[in-house]
Antibody, heavy 119, light 113 residues
Framework: EVQLVESGGGLVQPGRSLRLSCAAS????????MHWVRQAPGKGLEWVSY????????DYADSVKGRFTISRDNAKDSLYLQMNSLRAEDTALYYC????????????WGQGTRVTVSS | DIVMTQSPDSLAVSLGERATINCKSS????????????LAWYQQKPGQPPKLLIY???TRESGVPDRFSGSGSGTDFTLTISSLQAEDVAVYYC?????????FGPGTKVDIK
């Protein structure tokens, strides 16, 4: 059974940093690209970042470019999101999502980890 | 970037009746070399992560009831729930994965009338 378990969220002051993790199991992690998607309270889904299976290809939403860094450790079956210079508008539930084998849609999602940026 | 829009924002349908959600992309998501539309639909129930319903615009994910169907091509797509059940109350999102950054529609909330 595929499982994605996010952790690392919490309450943080504006301008500070936070590192999110996503532990994957139930599939061959290093075969798949992975994504982070966030959802602000009461709002829709916003794609945040993407990393290819071997970390050669990485991309970010304009809203986080230069502040967030995605990475993965295939030996540990883990995905990460380093978030620096956090802003109030980064407050959201952060999901990690697995890309399907056949295309770029997301076939599995974690339960999410909540990030609140507030003084 | 591709921008996704959905209509309506919300709808209320009687149990057993049809619900129709529309999704439009600002540019075509049809890849001519394989004739596939890079469009997916997700269902999100309160307090839960999104769940994949449909991919390639019309292919139902394994385990998804056949009352859910997707159609359309190019820039215009539709998700249809043929006979609404109580457990279908949720927000539905379309998603283009034709190019990065992938973009989601704003969502359509479906309720029982």
């Amino acid at each position: 059974e595929v499982q994605l378990v996010e952790s690392g969220g919490g309450l943080v002051q504006p301008g500070r940093s936070l590192r999110l993790s996503c532990a994957a199991s139930g599939f061959t992690f290093d075969d798949y690209a992975m994504h982070w998607v966030r959802q602000a309270p009461g709002k829709g889904l916003e794609w945040v970042s993407y990393i290819s299976w071997n970390s050669d290809n990485i991309d970010y939403a304009d809203s986080v470019k230069g502040r967030f860094t995605i990475s993965r450790d295939n030996a540990k079956d883990s995905l990460y999101l380093q978030m620096n210079s956090l802003r109030a508008e980064d407050t959201a539930l952060y999901y990690c999502a697995k890309t399907s084998a056949g295309g770029g849609y997301f076939d599995y999602w974690g339960q999410g980890t909540r990030v609140t940026v507030s003084s | 970037d591709i921008v996704m829009t959905q209509s309506p924002d919300s709808l209320a349908v009687s149990l057993g009746e049809r619900a129709t959600i529309n999704c439009k992309s600002s540019q075509s998501v049809l890849y001519s070399s394989n004739n596939k539309n890079y469009l997916a639909w997700y269902q999100q129930k309160p307090g839960q992560p999104p769940k994949l319903l449909i991919y390639w615009a019309s292919t139902r994910e394994s385990g998804v009831p056949d009352r859910f169907s997707g159609s359309g091509s190019g820039t215009d797509f539709t998700l249809t729930i043929s006979s609404l059940q109580a457990e279908d109350v949720a927000v539905y999102y379309c998603h283009q994965y034709y190019i990065t950054p992938g973009a989601f529609g704003p969502g359509t909330k479906v309720d029982i009338k």
